[in-house]
């Protein structure tokens, strides 16, 4: 799975790229330094590993991992291919979804592209550019459907829903606000159509050192905070420069550090998370002597599906799942008391993946 980050340039986003994954992507002062997308596997932060990893003193443990890509800055005209607009709109075609970076902090040193901090509206110059987009593939996709109607009651009934969604683009509403109820056929119409604005947003709010720290002190952290409960999204605040100092240190120092600042967890770990959650995964765990893993499915799936994860053979050839929620894993100590206890389940076909689950797949090829 991957996630996008965009903003316009000169916002942080390759400064917090950088902090998820150390990967040292150039962050200039100046627009359109990152011209080719750089690209980070980072891994999902799950204390429920290192527990696990006690319990069976495993080979190597191994947690679930999100892409990240840190896409070029756009600007306004970016549908019209100014800037680097065709490369920018085609990189966020590929992903999943994205992490919208905004700025909300003073820094004479930093210039902003419009000249001055306004994150509502950075947000608007890239949802209309997006939209720009979205409207030229869409009518290209009306104009096909009317040529191919000829009467067809299935194909009227697509047309309308392309309207009505082409119609939400030319009032400025990003195309995953609109037709939130849609059936199944809807669904799949929807999904095949590729919108850039039908992908799911979590916005990161970059505040300075002293903003981090009363986020609902700050005006723009307000104002974005009031968009993103609008649109049902969710908005993290963040110091990109403090998150990639912190990423620096080894893990005692970063404990030591988070402590000093009176926090549980990084900025980068709850993004991370975040994120997660946003694509609407889960994590389900396999534990042994010879690895501790956290499994990365869609929730909702179903236990073959989870096992052909981990191989094809263990869902074509699926028995049973053998699970044991961890929280009780944990509370009977091993999986031997587990079973004693009956904590430790004998799941069918049908049964739907919980986060947390511990399972042994039972298969026959």
């Known amino acids: 799975m991957k996630l996008g980050i965009i903003g316009l340039p000169n916002v942080g986003k390759t400064t917090l790229f950088n902090a998820l994954t150390k990967a040292g992507a150039d962050a200039a002062n100046y627009p359109f330094c990152t011209i080719d997308p750089n690209i980070g596997v980072v891994a999902v932060p799950d204390g429920r590993l290192q527990k696990l990893a006690g319990m069976y003193a495993p080979e190597k443990v191994t947690p679930a991992t999100i892409e990240f890509v840190d896409i070029a800055g756009l600007v306004r005209g970016a549908s019209k291919g100014e800037g680097l607009g ?34 509502l509206r950075d947000i608007e110059t890239i949802n209309l550019e997006l ?33 009505r969604i082409y119609a939400g683009l030319e009032k400025g509403v990003p195309a995953r606000l609109a037709e939130r109820e849609r059936d199944r056929d809807a669904e799949r119409l929807f999904d095949g159509l590729f919108l850039l604005t039908a992908k799911p947003v979590l916005y990161a709010a970059n505040l300075s050192e002293d903003g981090i720290r009363n986020p609902g002190e700050n005006a723009w952290f307000r104002e974005l905070s009031e968009l993103a409960g609008k649109e049902g999204a969710a908005v993290l605040p963040i110091n990109a420069k403090m998150e990639a100092e912190i990423a620096e240190l080894d893990e005692d120092e970063k404990m030591l550090f988070l402590a000093d600042a009176n926090l549980s967890s990084s900025g980068l ?8 959650s946003l694509l609407g995964l889960i994590s389900f765990l396999t534990a042994g002597p010879k690895e501790v893993r956290a499994w990365t499915i869609a929730r909702g799936s179903k236990a073959p599906q989870a096992a052909g994860k981990i191989h094809s053979d263990f869902e074509r050839g699926f028995i049973r799942a053998e699970i044991v929620a961890y929280d009780d894993l944990m509370e009977a100590g091993s999986y031997a008391a587990a079973r004693e206890k009956a904590r430790v389940r004998s799941e069918g076909k049908d049964y739907v993946m919980r986060d947390g689950d511990v399972t042994l797949f039972r298969f026959n090829v």
């Not at 709109?89 to 001055?116: M, N, P, Y």
């Not at 987009?133 to 009934?157: F, H, N, P, V, Y």
């Open 86 to 119: 065709n490369k920018f709109l085609a990189h966020i075609r590929e992903v999943d979804a994205i992490v919208h970076v905004t700025r909300c902090f003073e820094d004479g040193d930093v210039v902003h592209v419009d000249g001055s901090v306004s994150p």
């Open 131 to 163: 939209i720009f987009a979205d409207m030229e593939a869409l009518d290209k996709r009306i104009q096909k459907t009317q040529k191919l109607l000829k009467g067809d009651k299935k194909l009227e009934s697509e047309l309308a829903f392309l309207r």
């Open 269 to 276: 770990d709850r993004l991370i998370a975040a994120s997660y």
